[in-house]
């Protein structure tokens, strides 16, 4: 067992209070046993927290309203900075010709609703934004099932009705997000049929997920296939799975499979379909232009200030931490135009280095789990290329039950969900994932790195 230190304990007092309920001798049952019976939550039957995570009211519409405005600048990038032409904000993202020509064509087919889920730390004072996935290749579709499961163990039911507390259906505001991105492919007199897709290569490792998230949208009235591109025909130009036709294709292929002309290939009789309006696609291709760390390092750049109110600019100076592209000169937290790679070699405990387009934590460098030759070694690779170095944020501990009548201390990485505000109250929030670690030094706090999981209750 360890000590909550005091800091740990002014973000949650609603952590605080559920920790020191099961400490005193709430109930000695496994307060995960009713996930480890869900063949939903399969996947994270070993790596479930032994409690929730807690969002005050006012802290949660204030990150999500925060959620909304970053949104909404990361996409008036392209009109703010670069006079409204798509292609000059995805070569500046780090896109390739190949990318870039899919992504900006994928622009000109139907709406783009808000979705995307954002990852943060909270460092004591207030939440961090470390990355922002604007798409809908959404993991943590099940959270509201571990809320569900969590809720039959008996402490935690009597505490959240005490304190009045809810969580958000995220599937639920995904799916309410399609309908209203999707709304010309609905059909009136039947359930959707809904493809969940992926690309070839990809399917044998994510195909069981999918499948499972296919499934899950039968709760909605909605008729869900897991597949890939290449199990598409097009009779009459519309996509069809073993002879069902698709009205609407749920799209988990991200920028990096983009970069494979055979992918390109693939998914060509798709965009021809949806911009024939013979299919529905959530989310269009060109989101992925605003959920990606270069997009975010534009928002951060000095450079740009001009171009946002007051508003604006106080808004990311309290969500985001500095970031910048790795480019030879910059400017310092504090505006000082430097030798940008002298100061990443100086400050190496104090950065992270990230790849712009990748996910999951793939290919990030946290300096300070490294030795000096390697971290230069990296960053000469990524010099003028699709990098950005950020600066650390420090999770502030958060105390949770441990399973043995005490407290310990978790870092949490809060993947907070944000969908349209016209189809989901509450300023957006869409639900809220969390994942912790006992490592207070850790790089990434994620499931690849051991972390464990759980879901959050809000309101109070």
């Known amino acids: 067992m360890t000590t909550t230190r005091p800091s740990a304990l002014s973000r949650s007092p609603l952590g605080r209070a559920y920790a020191e309920r099961l400490a005193h001798g709430a109930s000695t049952d496994d307060p995960a046993a009713a996930g480890r019976d869900s063949a939903v939550l399969e996947p994270f039957w070993d790596r479930f927290m032994n409690g929730p995570a807690f ?18 600048l990361l996409r008036a990038l392209p009109e703010r900075v670069f006079g409204g032409d798509l292609t000059a904000l995805a070569t500046a993202v780090g896109m390739d010709p190949l990318q870039t020509a899919l992504i900006t064509r994928g622009a000109r087919a139907g709406s783009l609703a808000p979705l995307g889920r954002a990852d943060l730390y909270h460092d004591g004072a207030g939440f961090r934004l470390l990355e922002f996935n604007v798409t809908s290749a959404l993991g943590g579709f099940e959270s509201a099932d571990i809320n569900r499961a969590m809720l039959a163990y008996p402490p935690l039911r009597e ?3 005490r304190h009045r507390l809810r969580y958000r259906d995220t599937l639920g505001c995904i799916v309410r997000t399609m309908y209203a991105e999707c709304a010309a492919m609905m059909p009136a007199d039947r359930p959707p049929v809904v493809a969940v897709v992926d690309t070839i290569e990809n399917f044998p490792i994510v195909g069981s997920r999918l499948e499972v998230f296919a499934e899950m949208l039968g709760r909605y009235g909605i008729e869900g296939i897991g597949c890939h591109l290449g199990q598409f025909t097009y009779p009459r130009g519309r996509p069809t799975v073993a002879g069902r036709p698709v009205d609407v294709v749920l799209r988990f292929f991200l ?7 055979a992918v390109a290939a693939q998914l060509e009789p798709l965009l021809v379909a949806v911009e024939q309006e013979k299919v529905g696609l959530l989310s269009r291709l060109d989101a992925e232009l605003y959920g990606n760390k270069g997009a975010l390092a534009m928002l951060s750049d000095d450079r740009h200030r001009g171009l946002f109110d007051a508003g604006e600019l106080a808004c990311v100076d309290r969500l985001l931490p500095w970031t910048r592209h790795v480019r030879p000169r910059g400017t310092d937290p504090e505006g000082a135009e430097v030798d940008l790679m002298a100061y990443a070699r100086a400050r190496q405990d104090e950065l992270v280095l990230k790849p712009t387009l990748l996910h999951g934590g793939n290919g990030v460098l946290a300096g300070w789990t490294v030795g000096g030759d390697e971290w230069q070694a990296r960053l000469d690779s990524a010099l003028d290329g699709p990098f950005v170095l950020q600066r650390r944020v420090r999770p502030v501990a958060e105390p949770f039950p441990d399973g043995a009548g005490g ?15 016209d189809v989901v109250d509450e300023d957006g929030y869409a639900g809220c994932l969390v994942r912790g670690s006992t490592d207070a030094g850790v790089g990434v706090v994620s499931m690849a790195g051991g972390a464990r999981i759980g879901c959050t209750f809000h309101g109070g």
């Open 255 to 261: 920028p990096e499979d983009l970069a494979d002309p």
């Open 55 to 72: 969002l005050g009211e006012a802290e949660c519409r204030a990150v999500a309203r925060d959620l909304r405005t970053v949104y909404d």
């Open 407 to 421: 407290v310990q201390d978790l870092y949490l990485n809060w993947g907070v969900y944000l969908a349209d505000r």
């Open 159 to 161: 505490f959240v009705d």
